[in-house]
């Protein structure tokens, strides 16, 4: 029994849409498949949701159909691999070869390295997988034509309905998916369907752009063929190497007919219910019955925050944030793949996923009380352990080294910077204690330990002994990716000393837990780490110069705050760094996870107010949209790791964290916190 009326909580924040909101459009979906719509509850206008394309000219759109599954490759990979971009750099371990963006210098592979470094950068990359939308007499609706727009996401149920007058005449549009299925449900009534109203499904290639997922210039490089089923039909998707299928299910009395190579046209009589699914099939009442009870059962359980009663002004918005921030992880980040930082919305660096990233996009699931939801994406890293392994071992490291952007493959990148991060090899550890501490069940800790053992394999032989302790790098690029132009030198980033120290001593701790006997390298290394830079009484982020500079992350504030307590870190210290930062930091050069990493150190320091102030910054990049979405630029125009990250830093300031009081990143005053399900951090 809860003691928060949650579908009041959740009922509150329903998202309700009177005009066109061009950064804003609404989703539904279940993880693994997400469709987004506009004003009409379909991609009928996908010109007016635009998003910045930094390849060029053409604009991508924020209303694609996406999926985990679904990525393509362009032909011409053959014989490229990635010693075509090696690069040699000394490190403590003599040279090592990293995939970089300057040129293969090896000589091992006859691809010239600009095509290996494009090609490889490129593919795969995740597909728009279809497109559907209103169309009158076979023709376009102009947005003129579209007026009393009346549409509204009920978050309880996972179902939007969309009002409004089409040239004078009321429509109504249902949409709906399924949480278990890769299918859109969709009904439309009007009295238009008998006179010119229809649903256009067209179906794009696959594109290398930065931000566009389709392309529609290309008809003869791809086939969709059509076979009738019933009153429905089923299309083969053929692109290159790719196939799928799409299942378009009907009502009685509606008519599907193909009008052109890679378009159907689906019509009806006042009233037309349809599903179209990817690979999978549902009928309309099915699809919407099992997402009224889904969502229903997704709030009723695992954690729930409740702020109404407070004082500050500001916490009906954070309320608000933290809702959305449910529904929009759940659609985007639940899935059996990290997720790219854009999620299932619309493509960022080419739909690939970062995992550095990983932890901020779904380590709130469990401190939510639903590690379920974070055990989809955390058994990925299994399939790609040989490909780490042997970068580990070409490294001259053991274990597995976990790469930064990657497809579903893990294949790394060719990039100066991705490569030399190393900020994403303890979130394995991190990730799966959460898990361990949300479940306690020994047979979590069989299922992730091979993935827990290998991460601190190779961080302990990552390090290096020198003359000041165990050093991380060179070479490297810390979390605060401002130093990749020296990333040949760069050594001990004050926030990945700290998280070695904490990941290797958990690593430690998950062997006693299964009996198994300690390994002494892990602990020999996490005791003898080098000290954590400090200047002018603050602690740097690197620890040779230029040793602090004050844009993108303020990423050695982490090393007390995502990290738990470690004995590198001297809580005074940082406390000295966090005020430095609070007062000098260029904050229109940070990002959105920053907020609330910087929240949950100023949480861990007892610094309440602080907390709150950078947790509701009121900056650009702390945008968050009437969606929920956390909007950064016209080329990253939702940001995924924003709303995860404010969900874990409000884990941490309610439910608190070991030995702490309740509510313990709140302040006494203003603040009026309800709270059940979470887990405290560690």
Known sequence: MTSIDRRELVGRHAVEVTRFEPASPLSVGNGEFCCTVDVTGLQTFPDLYPVENRDGPEPGTLLATMSQWGWHSMPGGEGLDLADTYRWYDTPRGPVPYVDMRGAVTGTGDAPASLAESWLRNNPHRLDLGRIGLVLDGQPVAPGDVTEVRQRLDLWTGVIESRFLLRGTPVRV??????????????????????????????????????????????????????????????????????YTVDVALSAGGSV??????????????????????????????????????????????????????????????????VLSQYLTRIHCAGSLPPQETGLMVNSWRGRFHLE?????????????????????LGWYTSVLPGA?????????????????VGPDGRESPSPIGPFLIWQQPHPIHLAELVHRATGTREMLERYAEIVFESAAFMATYAAKGEHGYQLGPPLVPAQESYSEIRATATNPTFELAYWAWGLRVAQEWRVRLGLPPEPLWTEVADHLAR?????????????????????????????????????ID????????????????????????????AMTAARLGETETALDALLMPVAKNTH??????????????????????????????????????????????????????????
């Open 571 to 598: 809580p005074d210290v940082m406390r000295a760094t966090l005020r430095s930062v609070m007062s000098t930091w260029d904050w229109p050069s940070t990002w959105g996870w920053d907020y609330p990493a910087i």
């Open 532 to 568: 954590p830079h400090v200047r002018d009484g603050v602690y740097t982020a690197i620890d040779v110069p230029p040793y602090t500079l004050v844009d993108d992350h303020p990423s050695m504030l982490y090393a007390l705050g995502v990290v738990p307590p470690t004995e590198l």
């Open 257 to 322: 007919r193909q009008t052109g190579p890679h378009e159907l046209l689906v019509s009806g009589q006042d009233l037309l219910e349809m599903t179209v699914g990817f690979g999978a099939t549902a009928g309309f009442e099915e699809c919407v019955r099992a997402s009224v009870e889904a969502w229903a059962a997704f709030w009723e359980s695992g954690g729930a925050v409740e702020l109404s009663g407070s004082t500050d002004p500001r916490a009906a918005e954070l309320e608000r944030r933290i």
């Open 174 to 243: 249902t949409t709906a998916c399924h949480p278990d299925r890769d299918v859109l449900a969709v009904r439309v009534v009007s009295a238009l369907l008998g006179s010119g109203l229809a649903v256009r499904i067209a179906f794009p290639y696959g594109s290398q752009s930065w931000s566009v997922a389709a392309d529609w210039a290309r008809p003869d490089a791809h086939s969709s063929t059509l076979y009738p089923i019933g009153l429905g039909c089923r299309v083969d998707r053929v692109l290159d190497d790719t196939r």
């Open 625 to 682: 949209l009437p969606n929920g979405h956390n909007r950064q630029t016209p080329s990253l125009p939702i940001y995924l790791p924003g709303n995860g990250g404010l969900l874990a830093a409000v884990a941490l300031m309610a439910a608190g964290w070991d030995g702490a009081r309740q509510t313990p990143g709140f302040p006494a005053e203003g603040w009026r916190v309800r709270h059940e399900g979470l887990h405290p951090s560690p």
């Open 357 to 377: 990233m990983h932890w901020w996009h779904a380590a709130h699931f469990a401190l939510w009380g639903r590690p379920e939801l974070l055990e989809r994406s």
């Open 389 to 405: 392994r042997a970068t580990a071992q070409r490294q001259g490291c053991a274990g597995a080294r976990w790469p930064k952007q």
